[in-house]
């Protein structure tokens, strides 16, 4: 079956550093991959998208390239703000393999101190 | 992207009771998913419920549980029944999907069961 596997945080970082969250996947077809957040207290939100290999998929400053030869989808910020302070959630729709559902990496919380 | 309006956003229930979330969608849609996420956990998928046909539930998820109404292309309902502490989690449902460009989600439900 489909499966999302990502690091397990929390990640804590200063203002301005580098982040990277790693994602990577198990699908029977071909997928969609996606990175969602949730910032505290709220639901969950699209950050970017990816639908076939090679396709980068960015978002307020967020980027990820969809890797077909590793199966993986890392999320990325150059620069990271106290703003960025949330949970982040990979995700794969297979839609041949699994119909429409979204499958869910295990989430990873970021906190981004000033 | 479509738009959902989920209530109630929060809720403290007593224990054998049952809580009845809707979700309204502000376009037609085909599909409608149902997630919980239990406390700093990832998603994980109840049931998806289409229009004029039972819902479909995942493995470890019951009807009698989790009762799911779909009268129309913009609303849904699901009830969490005689409810458990162990019951206390965010509900949210979503609608979308690849060919829709990736998935909208409500803001969630607060569950607390006391």
């Known amino acids: 079956g489909n499966s999302v596997t990502q690091m397990e945080g929390p990640v804590t970082l200063s203002e301005e550093a580098f982040l990277t969250i790693n994602c990577t996947y198990t699908?029977?077809?071909?997928?969609?991959l996606f990175w969602y957040v949730q910032y505290p207290g709220e639901g969950l939100q699209l950050l970017l998208k990816a639908t076939k290999a090679d396709d980068k998929g960015s978002n307020k400053g967020f980027e990820a390239t969809y890797r077909k030869e590793t199966t993986s989808f890392h999320l990325e910020k150059g620069s990271v703000q106290v703003s960025d302070s949330a949970v982040y959630f990979c995700?794969?729709?297979?839609?041949?393999?699994?119909?429409?559902?979204?499958?869910f990496g295990g989430g990873t919380r970021v906190l981004v101190k000033p | 992207s479509a738009v959902i309006s989920q209530k109630p956003s929060r809720d403290i229930c007593q224990r054998g009771t049952s809580l009845t979330i809707q979700c309204q969608v502000d376009?037609?849609?085909?599909?409608m998913f149902w997630y919980r996420q239990q406390p700093g956990q990832s998603l994980t998928l109840i049931a998806t419920a289409n229009q004029g046909s039972e819902a479909t539930y995942e493995s470890g998820f019951v009807i009698d549980k989790f009762p799911i109404s779909r009268p129309n292309l913009t609303f849904s309902t699901l009830t969490v029944s005689n409810m458990s502490p162990e019951d206390s989690s965010i509900y949210l449902c979503?609608?979308?999907?690849?060919?829709?460009?990736?998935?909208?989600f409500g803001s969630g439900t607060r569950l607390t069961v006391v």
């Open positions: 979503s609608v979308g999907g690849p060919a829709h460009g990736g998935y909208t």
């Open positions: 995700a794969l729709s297979d839609l041949k393999a699994a119909g429409n559902k979204l499958t």
């Open positions: 699908a029977t077809g071909y997928p969609s």
């Open positions: 376009s037609q849609v085909t599909m």
